[in-house]
C-alpha cells in the first residue's frame, strides 16, 4: 500500500511540476475583440498554433496600431517599407541589435530614448554636423561621447530628459 501511495505521489508530483512549467495558454482567435480579428486578419488560419508570446506581441502591436494618428500610421508604413527594402544581413543586424536593446536594464534603454528623443529634437542641420563629426571621432573619442550622453541622459542612475538638456550639455558643439 505504502509503494502504491509513494507511486501517485511521485506521479502527481511530477505531473504538477511539469504543468508548472508548461507555457501559459495563448488566446483562442473566437476570444478576440472584433479590431483585433480585423487587425490580425492574415494571422486567422494559424493563429492557434502561435506561441503565447508572439500572440501578445501582435495583439500589443494591433492595440498600438490603433491608437496612432494617421500620419504616425503613414510614418510606419514609410519605415516598413524601407526595412522591407534592407538586404536579408542588414534585416539580421538590426533584429540582434534591437535584441541586445531588449536585454538591457530598464534604465539603460530609458537612457538610449532619451537620447534619441534628444538627437530627433534637433534641427537637421545640426543632425547631420552630428552624423559627420561622430563618423570622424575615434573610438575612443566615441566612447567619450557615450559617457557624456549617459550622464546627460540617464543611465547610471540619473534621469535627465532631454527637454532638460541646454546647448552646452550637448555632448559636443
Known amino acids: 500500500m505504502k509503494i502504491v501511495a509513494i ?3 511521485m506521479v502527481f508530483g511530477f505531473g504538477g511540476f511539469a ?3 508548461s507555457d501559459p495558454p495563448g488566446v483562442p482567435w473566437h476570444q478576440l475583440s472584433r479590431d483585433e480579428q480585423q487587425m490580425l486578419q492574415s494571422f486567422n488560419q494559424s493563429w492557434d498554433q502561435l506561441p503565447p508570446d508572439r500572440q501578445e506581441r501582435l495583439r500589443n502591436g494591433a492595440r498600438q496600431w490603433t491608437n496612432m494618428k494617421p500620419e504616425e500610421r ?5 519605415r516598413f517599407q524601407q526595412w522591407k527594402q534592407l538586404p536579408q544581413d542588414q534585416q539580421q543586424q538590426l533584429r540582434e541589435r534591437f535584441q541586445r536593446f531588449r536585454n538591457l536594464p530598464p534604465e539603460r534603454r ?4 532619451n537620447a534619441r528623443q534628444w538627437f530627433r529634437s ?3 542641420a545640426e543632425r547631420h554636423d552630428l552624423r559627420q563629426q561622430w563618423k570622424q571621432m575615434s573610438p575612443d573619442e566615441r566612447r567619450t561621447f557615450r559617457r557624456q ?3 546627460n541622459f540617464g543611465g547610471n542612475g540619473a534621469t535627465a530628459s532631454p527637454d532638460q538638456s541646454r546647448p552646452h550639455d550637448r555632448p559636443f558643439q
Do not use: G
Open 7 to 9: 507511486s501517485l505521489m
Open 122 to 124: 534637433l534641427p537637421p
Open 19 to 21: 504543468w508548472a512549467q
Open 74 to 78: 503613414d510614418e510606419a508604413r514609410q
Open 149 to 151: 550622453l549617459r550622464k
Open 110 to 113: 530609458e537612457a538610449i530614448r
